[in-house]
Structure formats: structure tokens, C-alpha cells
């Protein structure tokens, strides 16, 4: 079986959210399952030399944008037994970033394209296409107008896996013809039209022949009006044809017991270094070192979506009744960033705000923190609460998408769960959970309990590979 995977990011070459993760590690897992899956991708000029320099190019080529034509050069590289393919063009990615610029949608256009012109040019016939996020949604319609006659093209299937719904790739009507060079017809309701605009991500919801996303709380959620952005019609019309199938994480990149940024390894079978992982973080971040003070943990984008109006609401009221330290990295939003600021200085010595991103450090608040606190106001997957999980940190999460499917609150009766949870998005239930979690926290057998579940719980991507392999067995004869 033969799939091609087609995105605008991938680990780890360049990586922004979960969207690099998913098309860096599931490759590989659906490797021993008999898949042969290659990733094509944009060859960003921030993409670092020592990728570049290894890479060849194969072919060069010319790829229509609506009525001009561009130049395409493809380059292949091998890496970890993967074959990668970039496609050049310097017009459209020789950018500082990947996104959030005036033409992303003539960008992204010519990579959907050019994923398809390019396949006799590398001599790849995939069984199968699968494109991720609305950069790609687009690559159904422009099989079935362009390419779908020609005999070598006439068996491709199409797999389009929703990451984020609330980006969706919407541009102005003439953007049928300019960019994408398809005919009137196209810019209605059952294809490509979406409240008058030529929508990315509701052609590949439309008419690809799958349509997936990255859990199957957020895949019952976006059929609803609270968190279809408007597609939800369209998503419940997919019926069947929609599944959620949970991300997993590198479960050998990311692994306490061997993760070279720590400054002590552990294991399920070993817990008791953590607690020297738990002192050094307190001594890096200027935190008082004492590992009977709980230390709650929060790595991720500074944006209302991850909760933390939630979390700056009760900040003080945590941190005046309980005996708590609060460690934070991230960046995003300037005004959050400053809130932030300006309660880690009210707290001094007891709250830290590390406004930027930092791997190592990331690493070492998921292995020195005792919880970790993520209470999204939705969350298509969600990567952290895994990687707190993998490192042995307890997350304290709202139930919402991914983050439901994969964080089970404690309960004291029966002593199942491996975190714990809240529904209502307020910042009163959030902060009655966290309290919660201290107080269970402080219980020693329960915390060792809990401690050793999360350090021996499978998050890889085993499982979710093996869902995936049998939806493309589904499609193909």
C-alpha cells in the first residue's frame, strides 16, 4: 500500500503545532504495518542546512497557478528510512514563516498543485493521497477536474484529516479561477462554496473520499454549532465517511528514560529520579526547591483557545490559599504574555512565566512538575497532556475533544483514571479541580498510584497507525 502524505509542516524539519507532529512520527509508525508512506512538504528557507544539505534534487518542473505558470523544483531526502519530497519555489516559501502571510492562499494553491504534477515527475503512484489541514484541502478538487481522466491518476483516493477547523482557508470567488483554474460550477454548495467564499478546507471536506480528524470527541463536536465554525452542515452530511482517530506521541523522542535534557532519567519501573528532575527545575527557574510543594506545570501557545483567561481569573485566589508554584512557557498573545508578566512578578519566587519556547525547558517542566494544567476552551487533540503523562506529570484538563479522550478523571472509589477533569468551561469548576488534584496530590499512595500509571501508559502511535491502515484498506480495492 502506497500513501502519500501532503502538508505544510512536518517534524522535523519545521514544526509549529501538532500538525508537524502527526506528519513526522505517523510515517514511520505505519511503516512496520506494511504502509509505504512519503511525505511531500514545502522547502521553507528556515528549514536548517543540515536537512538542506543532504537533500537532492530530482526533478524541476513547471506547475499552472490559475492562469501563470510557476516554477517547481523537487527535491528528495531520506531520512530515518522516510523519503521526504520538497518542493521549491522561492516566490511562495522563501518566507520567515510558514504562515500568516497576504498570499497564503495562491501559496497554497500551488502546493496542492504541485503535490499532484509532480508524481510522474518523481515516479511515485501513491494508492492513495493524504492531505492534512486546509493547505491541502483543496488537492480532491483539482484530482477530480485536472487529473482524473488520465489512466494514472484515474485510482487515487483521497484522505483529508481535519487538525483545526477553526483555520479554514477561505478567499474571494474569483480565487476558483485565478488560482486554482476551476470552472464556475465548483463554487457551489456541494463543492468548494462556502458562504460565498472558495473555501480550502470545505472542498477537502466535500470531496475527499475520507474525511478524518484527530479525535473522535472533536469529530462528534464539529457537527455541532458550537464547534463547527459554520462547516457543521456539511460535516454531518459526511456521516460515516467522518471518523476521529486520537493522535499518539514519539514515545522514543520523548522518554524520560533516556531524554538527554533531563538532568536524571526514570521509568515506571523507576520513578524516583523525578524528584531530582523536580529540585533542578525549581533551582533553573528560581523556584523554591522543596519537592513537598506541588508544582503544577503549562507549556503551550498563549491563546484564549488553551484556557488561560480561565487561569488568570483565579491565579491570585490559588496562589493566596494554597502552597503551590506555577510554572509557565510560551508565547502568543502579546496582552496574555503581559498578564502573565505581571503575575509572575506579584508571586515572585512562587510563580514563573517563561514567555518564549524553549525544548529543553519544555521538556524539563513536563519531567519537574508534579501536574500539569490545560483547561482548553476546545482541542482538537492536543499534544501536551500526552507528553505530562509520558514524563509523569498528572494533567488537570477540561473535557473537551482529545483531551477527553485521552485524560480519565481519578475516582477515589474505584481508582481508575490517570488525571483529572472538569466539564463547564468557568474558571470557579477549573479552579475546584485543581484543588481537587492538590488535595489527592498530597495523598501518598494515591500520588504514587497515579505517578506510575502515567509512566507506564502507552501513548505512541501504534494503536492510531493500525485505525489508519484499516481506513485506507477501506478505500482501496
Not at 506494511?34 to 512538504?41: H, Q, T, W
Not at 501513491?126 to 492531505?131: A, E, F, K, M, T
Not at 489512466?151 to 487538525?163: L, M, N, P, R, S
Not at 463547527?228 to 486520537?246: A, N, P, Q, W, Y
Request: with cysteine; aromatic share 12%; net charge negative.
Amino acid at each position: 500500500m502506497k500513501v502519500l502524505f501532503v502538508g505544510a509542516e512536518c517534524a522535523p524539519f519545521l514544526k509549529t503545532g501538532g500538525l508537524g507532529d502527526v506528519l513526522g512520527a505517523l510515517p514511520a509508525a505505519l511503516k512496520p504495518l506494511g504502509v509505504e508512506a512519503r511525505v511531500m512538504l514545502p522547502l521553507y528557507t528556515s528549514i536548517p542546512e543540515r536537512y538542506r544539505s543532504r537533500m537532492k534534487t530530482i526533478a524541476e518542473i513547471r506547475v499552472s497557478v490559475g492562469w501563470r505558470y510557476a516554477y517547481c523544483g523537487i527535491k528528495e531526502l531520506e531520512q530515518d528510512g522516510i523519503i521526504y519530497y520538497f518542493l521549491d519555489n522561492e516566490q511562495y516559501f522563501k518566507r520567515g514563516s510558514a504562515y500568516g502571510h497576504d498570499d497564503d492562499g495562491e501559496r497554497f494553491a500551488f502546493l496542492c498543485r504541485a503535490a499532484l504534477e509532480a508524481l510522474p515527475a518523481i515516479g511515485y503512484w501513491p494508492d492513495l493521497i493524504h492531505g492534512h489541514d486546509w493547505h491541502t484541502g483543496m488537492i480532491p478538487a483539482l484530482l477530480r477536474h485536472h487529473y482524473s481522466w488520465r489512466q494514472e491518476y484515474a485510482g487515487i483516493k483521497t484522505v483529508f484529516t481535519i487538525h483545526n477547523l477553526q483555520y479554514q482557508g477561505n478567499y474571494p470567488p474569483h480565487a476558483l479561477g485565478d488560482l486554482l483554474g476551476l470552472p464556475p460550477h465548483y463554487l457551489t454548495y456541494d463543492h468548494v462554496e462556502f458562504y460565498g467564499s472558495v473555501s480550502f478546507m470545505k472542498a477537502g471536506i466535500q470531496l475527499s473520499d475520507r474525511v478524518t480528524t484527530v479525535s473522535p470527541s472533536y469529530a462528534r463536536e464539529i457537527t455541532t454549532p458550537e464547534y463547527g465554525c459554520g462547516m457543521e452542515g456539511t460535516l454531518r452530511s459526511r456521516g460515516d465517511s467522518l471518523v476521529g482517530i486520537v493522535n499518539g506521541i514519539d514515545d522514543v523522542l520523548y522518554n524520560p528514560a533516556s531524554d538527554s535534557q533531563l538532568q536524571a532519567r526514570y521509568s515506571g519501573d523507576a520513578p524516583e529520579a523525578k524528584l531530582v528532575c523536580k529540585t533542578a527545575l525549581q533551582w533553573e527557574l528560581g523556584l523554591r526547591e522543596d519537592v513537598e510543594v506541588p508544582l503544577i506545570g503549562m507549556v503551550g501557545r498563549l491563546t484564549d483557545q488553551k484556557g488561560l483567561p480561565l487561569v488568570l481569573e483565579q491565579l491570585d485566589e490559588l496562589m493566596h490559599s494554597e502552597n503551590v508554584q506555577l510554572a509557565l512557557l510560551g508565547t502568543g498573545d502579546p496582552h496574555l504574555e503581559h498578564l502573565f508578566r505581571e503575575a509572575e512578578h506579584r508571586h515572585k519566587g512562587r510563580v514563573v512565566s517563561y514567555i518564549g519556547f524553549d525544548d529543553g525547558l519544555a521538556r524539563r517542566i513536563y519531567a519537574g512538575s508534579d501536574l500539569f494544567l490545560m483547561p482548553s476552551q476546545f482541542e482538537p487533540c492536543g499534544i501536551s497532556q500526552l507528553l505530562a503523562l509520558r514524563y509523569g506529570s498528572l494533567p488537570i484538563v477540561r473535557e473537551t475533544g482529545g483531551l477527553r479522550d485521552t485524560v480519565h478523571s481519578y475516582n477515589e472509589y474505584t481508582g481508575e483514571g490517570n488525571g483529572f477533569s472538569f466539564a463547564p468551561y468557568n474558571s470557579w469548576d477549573m479552579l475546584y479541580t485543581v484543588r481537587r488534584a492538590l488535595a489527592l496530590w498530597r495523598n501518598q499512595e494515591v500520588r504514587q498510584k497515579l505517578l506510575t500509571r502515567a509512566l507506564q501508559g502507552d501513548y505512541s502511535w501504534n494503536r492510531s497507525a493500525q485505525q489508519y491502515k484499516e481506513l485506507y484498506e477501506e478505500l482501496l480495492p
